[in-house]
């Protein structure tokens, strides 16, 4: 195992508080997808948080390719597969700036 400088070290920190963040941002789109297929209340706390943490980038996948086809929506799909991606490619970059140090 390389030994990491201070920084490399602070590099890799934040590397996981990005992953971190976004693990925890994709559980928060899968709520969202299944409180959909039920009827929710619109005035619960927790449906208003999911709808808000979630909507204005679905909107924007939505708007740019419409992803709905039978009445399913594969908008929040795409945003999991976007952000695994991200999520692997930060790590990486990361990882490897870190080890530069």
Known sequence: MYSLSFLGEMV?????VISLIITVY???VVARAIISWVNP???NPIVRFLHNATDPVLYRIRRVLPLQFGGFDFSPILLLVGLYFVQRVVWLVLQRLAMSL
């Open 12 to 16: 890799m920190i934040f590397a996981q």
């Open 26 to 28: 994709i559980y928060i």
């Open 41 to 43: 209340d619109p005035y």
